[in-house]
RNA sequence: GGACCUUUAGCUCAGUUGGUUAGAGCGUUUCCUUGACAUGGAAAAGGUCACUGGUUCGAGUCCAGUAAGGUCCACCA
């Protein structure tokens, strides 16, 4: 066996492991109908996306998982991936060529598709490649992309689907535009920013009474070209009179528009008058449908005016025209008045520019399964964790609206629809589209492609991530299903992802699995993931959230580097509670690595403290233990490690993982290293207990990295190798991880039965050496290690401290601690297992000492009195569970003892 | 406007169905290089649990309200 060295250098450790474990393929996901299946499909990353602490968190938890999972033994499988990205890549490479200053259209659609295709397989995945530096366990030979021959085809075949179903269809519609992109965008893509600006004040003559203006006001003057009418509510007396009646534009080529009654108008919102331009309002194209208006548009694709808007604005930027159709204005007297308004904006989610609503034909989807996806998870089939996100997900179900799917993209799934050459595109209705001989549906296309045309446009990227959980599996190919073992893994396990996408992604993947895996199987067959665990945002210490161009996320390799894998996935796990938003700390990072070290260093000694017998197994480490030489601490251990694996094992169950690595954590340190470690010093040195000590720190030991495992993966199997817990050519996550009753039964048919008194035997032990080392400190003895203590105490008390004599004295740091029946004049205090004196040769400063002694007197004092109060009173005596008040009562004569020692104490000192 | 979350030690956070004197890590003070670990050990200081009411024998915990901060959805030009 290897000697484990002073210090742990991770980065060999990582680098040796992560190879050996792919070359075993140990994270090969096989079916195996004699294990039950556990399947994670990872969130793919975007593939121009590079590693960030939000995806280190995430992916952290999904190997957690997946490697528990293992533990238990499960045919584990994590599937990994990336998503092509539609906007985010076309937007990289583009950026690429504009600095050949090239645009796309130079190239033409075919060129830049393989340019784009060119840097996929250059630079794209790199975060692929990241992940595995920070150990995910993911069944890399099985990596998907989106745009794989086999996943275009199912996104292909579910469009067909959709189509043929009615679910699908084309239609001239407001959309978010983005002119930056020049796409449209689904609702999910726009996010509102409040913007402050200008509202303009602006009035239009009445045609038949010049002089006399109607007034309204608008943030957006450079659209008034597109304006056909003013609306104003219909009973609003001030208007009463106008209805009817035309009012000149005063702005873009003349024309004499007329004011109509819309009951949408809200009379409270500035004159009560509103400009309509249905071609740049939702609203606006709504009110226009209702009154047969036409619809002006404007404004271009790459966001300028056009000739529509009149001479003088043609040709600016929309944010230009606005300047400049305010001057104008100005300068006919049509601008009445302009004052400083904060609205909220539509801003596109990737180019960060206001949207513009503009009408344009898209094709559109009605969600399918929209009810049996809130069944979904209202009734449970699907858990989400925290539960109140369901509230979330089904308040937007409830006001689905349908799905803008095109994108006016190169980069993406291309729609597979053609139409007839000679065919006006513009005027087909939904008759001509079901038309076979007019327009044509399928992943082959036509049998005469030159009679055809395809359309130009491809697929909201999303519109391929929600076949996610099943397209990655092979579907719709049989023998691709077969092969991938969709059978056995379908539905998955687990979905961890971000709120964020709650929308996006977690409740489409969860219509599209009921439409289209397993029909006409039960829910529960078609659901993609049984749990979905929202993970928090992680924020700086500002508590802004972290983004590129803040700049304030820390580069995760460089965490890696400073602190080993295992110390970024320990420290960043115990700071994610469930559900809440986390904020980043370095140092709670760096305590992650502490936390390794200790864990090196506590294995370091158990190697060095002696030579093992037989490691290898948890029966054959059972077999050593020798249960008639136990004491309070070898049962106070073994009950705490118990303990801790049966509440890890909750944590797993309710994803608190937080919680799990806090408890691994206090066991570890607190428990093991900082007691029992120290008891085993002078147990081995004393042959008789040896043996059994060593077995105890095997167990443990062997336990903890099992436990351990999953949350710090690397260093784990160095150590199990290392203590010669494992098997040459197995890993550690070979071992089966019992269970606590598992290992109590096993033991047990040992011989060894836990006393459950032990722990509470050793916390009277644990106080009784805190209150040594404090009085040795208070009186500046800390550093001495020949003091003398005396114990004052009754019979079975000192039957305790002699069976423990020569561990107290080593952790006291004292030369001796004897029994005394009686000590005057030297410093004391009162422990659960007697008064304990410091033997002082110089003299005690009494007021000093009676000062102490005082202090913790008075605070004596008020907690009896607040017992005695709550005794007696009538209504707790008689109301109060019979435990608590048995407890109460106890606690009091304890309190009162106490109270009385110390008070003789003081009156010794005189 | 609607929904949700948060408020506990200087900082970041635990606190599981209400029950002894409210905990951890970091930070702070003092002491310690003793053969696993100074990435460490020991001792200590530090909290009227945001506020106001209510329920209860008993509230950090349950209920109502208030305040502050945050998130999401909808959105008036």
Known sequence: MAEITKSYESREVEKKWYAAWQGARAFAGRPDTGKEPYAIVIPPPNVTGILTMGHVLNNTLQDILVRRARLEGHAALWLPGTDHAGIATQTVVERELRKQKKTRRDLGREKFLEKVWEWRHEKGGIILEQLRRLGASCDWDRTQFTMDPHYSRAVLTVFADLFRKGHIYRGKRMVNWCPVSQTALSDEEVIMKPVNGTIYRVRYELVEQPGRYVE??????????????????????????????????????????????????????????????????KADFEIGGRHKLPAIDVLKADGTLNELAGAELAGLDRFAGRKKAAELLRASGALVAEEAYANNVGYSERADVPIEPRLTWQWWLRYPRVEEAKSAVRDGYIRFYPQRWGKVYLHWLENIQDWCISRQLWWGHRIPVWYRKGLDKEALNETDLRDPTKVHVSLEGPLDPENWIQEDDVLDTWASSWLWPFATMGWPDEAAMQKAGYDYFYPTSTLVTGPDIIFFWVARMIMAGLEFTRTGEPIERRIPFRNVYFTGIIRDQQGRKMSKSLGNSPDPLDLIDKYGADGLRFGIVSIAPQGQDIRFQEDRIESGKNFCNKLWNASRFRQMSGEAGDNSSLSGIL???EPGKFDADDHAILDRMLATTREVDRCFGEFEFSAAVQSLYGFFWNDFCDWYVEVSKSKLQNPETKANCLAIQDLVLRQTLLLLHPFIPFITEELWSLLGYGTPGKFIADALLENASQIATASHVRGVALDRDAVAAVEKLKAFISQARALKADHNLASRRDVRFFVTTGEVEWRVLAANLAKLTRMAGAVEISRRDKVEGAPAAVTPLGTLYLDLASTVDAGAERARLSKELEQLTKHIASTEARLSNEAFVSKAPPAVLEGARKQLADQKAKHAELERLLRALG
Not at 226 to 250: C, E, F, M, N, S
């Open 216 to 281: 309204v006001k608008t943030t957006r003057p450079e659209t008034i070209p597109g304006d056909v009418a003013i609306a104003v509510h219909p009973d609003d007396p001030r208007y009463l009179g106008l209805i009817g009646k035309k009012v000149r534009r005063p702005l873009g080529p003349p024309a004499e528009i007329p004011l109509i009654p819309d009951a949408a108008v809200d009379r409270e919102f500035g004159t009560g008058a509103l400009k309509i331009t249905p071609a740049h309002d």
């Open 623 to 625: 077999a050593r233990l």
